[in-house]
């Protein structure tokens, strides 16, 4: 499993990046804000662990509505870095780019993204290593952007989540879509392909209060996003009264899992 950590576009993909970081606060017209985070990986029942102390940087222009997030953190053996870029479009927050480097155990991942509206397209870079065998994973795609999709990335979706810009369905579930490299329904940690394409994958929040602590939780399905994650068991985020993520809880197959922790308010 630990190479999904490698290519952690694959294993923490929503966090990892999506909702991993604590976005900036209430509605001056420009913020400027740091936090630190923890991240918690706890592999095949914890013959491997890692720790990454994190810090999170951004800056918020509501007036020129543009957003610069950075992610950085490094721990024993494991480090990366965060860069996502948006705009107001349309009445939420929409990316304009994002790149990531994710380093473990000298294995890399390197993500790039840029979203172009006026030609209505995305063009996605992706390279990685799966971690036992270091078998290569390369993307190099462009996705079209259909009418009538919201589409995020890690960040703008936290950041419409919290300034109440993501407008629920019907049913009360969040819906948006998320750029990624398209996986197999039977892909094991170290298949590869000889030719990969990207998707815009589904994201699903379904929101409810917590009945013990009252606060917010949403639980979200990770399978579209690695082949670790557990059927019918999603991932649940823990919000702070400032609709900032606190904790989030992504369990995995064979004994895996990821805790993060997040300093808001």
């Known amino acids: 499993m630990s190479r999904q950590l490698i290519a952690r576009r694959d294993f923490l993909t929503l966090p990892l990046a999506l909702l991993l970081s604590p976005p900036a606060r209430a509605y001056a017209a420009v913020v400027a804000h740091s936090a630190p985070y923890r991240v918690d990986v706890s592999l095949l029942y914890g013959a491997l662990t890692y720790h990454i102390d994190e810090t999170l940087a951004e800056s918020i222009d509501r007036t020129a509505g543009r957003y610069d997030v ?3 953190g490094e721990g024993d053996g494991i480090a990366n870095r965060i860069d996502s870029t948006g705009t107001l479009r349309q009445g939420r927050w929409a990316p304009i780019r994002s790149r990531s480097f994710f380093s473990v155990k000298g294995r890399e991942s390197r993500a790039d993204i840029t ?13 990685g290593e799966t971690f036992f065998l270091r078998r290569l994973r390369l993307v190099d795609d462009v996705v079209p952007m259909p009418d009538g999709f919201l589409i995020d990335d890690a960040i703008s979706a936290t950041l419409n989540y919290a300034d109440q810009l993501w ?11 998320i750029v990624r490299r398209k996986i197999a ?3 094991g940690p170290d298949d590869v392909q000889a030719r990969y394409r990207a998707e815009l994958a589904p994201l699903t929040l379904k929101v409810a209060v917590d009945a013990a602590t009252l606060k917010p939780i949403a639980r979200f399905d990770l399978t579209r996003f ?7 068991q999603p991932a649940l985020i823990t919000f702070g009264g ?24």
Do not use: C
Not at 115 to 127: G, L, Q, T
Not at 242 to 265: A, C, F, W, Y
């Open 185 to 187: 329904s039977n892909e």
């Open 115 to 127: 979203y172009d509206y006026a030609a209505r397209k995305i063009d996605y870079h992706f390279k």
């Open 242 to 265: 400032d609709r900032r993520p606190e904790h989030l809880n992504l369990p995995m197959i064979l004994g895996t899992s990821v805790q993060i922790s997040l300093k808001t308010g």
């Open 167 to 177: 407008r629920p369905q019907a049913d009360g579930d969040l819906v948006t879509h």
């Open 226 to 232: 690695s082949s670790w994650a557990k059927q019918n």
């Open 70 to 72: 950075t992610m950085t």
